[in-house]
């Protein structure tokens, strides 16, 4: 069975950091785009990063500079190093891949 778990959230006080990680099985990772996502409470899902197939990383302008993606292709295993988090960034935060499966998500709460 296909699924992704993620990791690593918790509360943290502004300007703090967290490290998410995100492990998949069931599927050829190394062979799909993976995405990080979050949503916050009343909001719509908002896109975060993107680490490409072949390697291409993009972001949210919300979070460029501040959040770097990582993937380990050895170890079926996505990551999100977040850093000077701010309030804004409170969400539940989830990844998935290029085929819409996606975990159950981790809870952020940023205080300030």
């Known amino acids: 069975e296909a699924q992704l778990v993620e990791s690593g959230g918790g509360l943290v006080q502004a300007g703090g950091s967290l490290r998410l990680s995100c492990a998949a099985s069931?599927?050829?990772?190394?062979?799909?785009?993976m995405y990080w996502a979050r949503q916050a409470p009343g909001k719509a899902v908002e896109w975060v990063a993107t680490f490409t197939q072949d390697g291409k990383q993009t972001y949210a302008d919300s979070v460029k500079g501040r959040f770097t993606i990582g993937r380990d292709n050895a170890k079926n295993t996505l990551s999100l190093q977040m850093n000077s988090l701010s309030p804004e960034d409170t969400a539940v935060y989830f990844c998935h891949n290029s085929d819409g499966l996606r975990g159950q998500g981790t809870q952020v709460i940023v205080s300030s």
């Open positions: 069931g599927f050829p990772f190394v062979h799909y785009h």
